[in-house]
C-alpha cells in the first residue's frame, strides 16, 4: 500500500520560513507527477506546486517566487521550501502523487501550516 508521510508544518510568523517533506513508500517519485496541496479552513483544496517526473516544476500564481518543490530521488521525498510566507499561505498541506501507471492518485495526512501576522 502506498503511503505519504508529510512533515515540516507549524508556526510561523509572516516573513519567515519552513520546508515541507513527504516521504513516500511503495511508490517511486521520480516515475510520477507530485504536487504540493493545500486547504485553508471553509475552501477548497488547491494545488500549490507540482513537479513532474522529469523535474519540470509550475507554481500557482500566488506562490511564485516564493516557494520552491524540489525532489530527492535517493531519499523518495520531495520537499516544499516556504520563503516570505504570509498570513494567508496558513492551511493544511497536502503531498499527492499521481500514479502514470495506474493513474491512482494517493494523498498524505496533511500537515499544518499556520503563518501569524
Known amino acids: 500500500q502506498v503511503q505519504l508521510v508529510e512533515s515540516g508544518g507549524g508556526l510561523v510568523q509572516a516573513g519567515g520560513s519552513l520546508r515541507l517533506s513527504c516521504a513516500a513508500s511503495?511508490?517511486?517519485?521520480?516515475?510520477?507527477?507530485i504536487g504540493w496541496y493545500r486547504q485553508a479552513p471553509g475552501k477548497q483544496r488547491d494545488l500549490v506546486a507540482r513537479i513532474s517526473g522529469l523535474s519540470i516544476t509550475n507554481y500557482a500564481d500566488s506562490v511564485k517566487g516564493r516557494f520552491t518543490i524540489s525532489r530527492d530521488n535517493a531519499k523518495n521525498t520531495v520537499f516544499l521550501q516556504m520563503n516570505s510566507v504570509k498570513p494567508e499561505d496558513t492551511a493544511v498541506y497536502y503531498c499527492?502523487?499521481?500514479?502514470?501507471?495506474?493513474?491512482?492518485?494517493?494523498w498524505g495526512q496533511g500537515t499544518q501550516v499556520t503563518v501569524s501576522s
Open positions: 499527492n502523487v499521481h500514479d502514470r501507471t495506474t493513474s491512482n492518485d494517493y
Open positions: 511503495r511508490i517511486v517519485l521520480s516515475d510520477n507527477d
